[in-house]
């Protein structure tokens, strides 16, 4: 292959949307990757440094192309929170359904592709925040793309409106405290916010103090400090302990416990698995979290069965009411053997972005008769079902769930049955 041209100018036009939100063309057979630019556009870039074929440019000046969208923050372009405000929403939704078929074609699968549910703007629950310098000079907001620079947001479209009004107080909070924390969690609950630092230095008593008053004040129902070194979370000040209550459940979640982006989404994806269970007596699901698809399996009237590795999240779905059972375990190390997958009727995955392989070769060669899939990752999940189908699963149909707005992340469901 010719050698990738480094520096200098060029006139490239956009073929296609990648899957991070770049624009990509190909220039003396490179591929160039234009951020911000869309398919059918014509740009004069300043190419830059080259990687395995492939050079990332600066756009300098763009002509033709489509209808774009005006973007819905002040901050993009800058913060790298977002990727795709600049894309039509109808053109957005179907690069993220192209992006699901396409992985799974590379693995050999078709499949029914289809946006399933689309979350609107102000609708994210949870957010992290990075925390940069200190005193008046003290930023927090989210890194540029590709570089650690740090921009201050006021504003952010695709968050509750609770989350953003944190901003400012959480700012000057922050400003006074000697040991500022190296990042923010955000969470929105029914009892209000829950705010959590991680990272930095442990903080102080004059610090402990700060922030205990500075919870008071803004009526933060848990504010909590993690250790990330030790993998641990202190709660400092807890006014109402954060409920997730569903027909079938309620738990009380531990500080960073893993929910759904979005409470819609999260609606969406317990409708999509309780279909999926109807009618089926028993489920076994993997990956668990807080219980928030054991709700929806137990809403369809399933025993449910939870596996989990974080011991929090496990301790506190133990707690869950009605109680149900659950183990602490590492599915990565020690996937599901024969005998416990005997007897099971469905299984539910939920695992993080790298996927679930070694879950998915043990359901590949036993007979579970149903796997319902939710997934955050197409690359990994096309592996995943590639190898379900090769066991003797059927996949018909994956809907894309649309919740993180302007985002390069994809969520997804998809149910595989065996014939």
Not at 46 to 64: M, P
Not at 128 to 149: D, I, M, P, Q
């Amino acid at each position: 292959s010719k050698e990738a041209p480094r520096g200098g100018e060029a006139e490239v036009v956009v073929e296609a949307l990648g899957d991070e939100g770049d624009g990509l063309a190909r220039h003396r057979g490179a591929r160039v990757v234009v951020p911000g630019a869309l398919p059918g556009e014509r740009h004069r870039v300043r190419l830059a440094g080259a990687q395995g074929g492939t050079v990332r440019a600066t756009s300098l000046e763009r002509h033709g192309g489509g209808e774009r969208a005006p973007p819905a923050c002040r901050h993009f372009g800058r913060c790298g929170g977002c990727a795709t405000q600049h894309v039509p929403a109808d053109a957005e939704a179907a690069w993220r359904v192209e992006r699901v078929r396409r992985a799974l074609a590379r693995r050999g699968l078709e499949a029914d592709v289809v946006l399933g549910h689309r979350s609107p703007l102000g609708a994210r629950r949870r957010v992290r925040l990075v925390v940069a310098g200190g005193g008046a000079g003290l930023r927090l907001g989210y890194r540029e793309r590709r570089s650690h620079r740090v921009v201050d947001v006021a504003v952010c479209p695709i968050a509750r409106p609770e989350l953003v009004a944190a901003f400012a107080p959480l700012r000057r909070l922050l400003a006074e405290l000697a040991a500022p924390p190296a990042e923010i969690a955000l969470t929105a609950f029914a009892e209000g916010l829950e705010v959590v630092l991680l990272g930095g230095e442990p903080p102080g008593l004059a610090d402990r103090e700060r922030l205990a008053a500075w919870a008071e004040a803004h009526d933060v129902a848990r504010l909590a400090v993690a250790d990330t070194a030790a993998g641990s979370v202190e709660p400092l000040a807890v006014r109402r302990p954060p409920v997730l209550s569903w027909p079938a459940l309620v738990v009380a979640p531990p500080p960073l416990a893993f929910l759904q982006a979005t409470a819609d989404a999260e609606a969406f994806l317990q409708r999509a698995v309780a279909a999926a269970v109807a009618g089926v007596p028993r489920v076994l699901d993997l990956f668990a979290g807080v219980g928030t698809l054991s709700a929806a399996a137990r809403d369809a009237g399933a025993r449910v069965d939870a596996v989990e590795r974080d011991p929090a999240a496990a301790a506190a779905l133990a707690g869950a009411r009605p109680a149900l059972a659950v183990a602490v375990r590492d599915l990565e190390r020690r996937p599901p053997t024969a005998p416990e997958l005997a007897g099971v009727d469905a299984v539910i995955l939920d695992p993080p972005r790298r996927g679930a392989a070694p879950v998915a070769e043990a359901l590949a060669a036993n007979r579970v008769p149903r796997v319902v899939h939710v997934a955050c990752s197409p690359v990994s999940f096309a592996r995943d079902a590639a190898t379900l189908v090769a066991g003797g699963y059927r996949l018909d149909r994956v809907d894309v769930v649309d919740q993180f707005r302007f985002s390069p992340a994809v969520e997804l469901v998809a149910v595989f049955a065996r014939d």
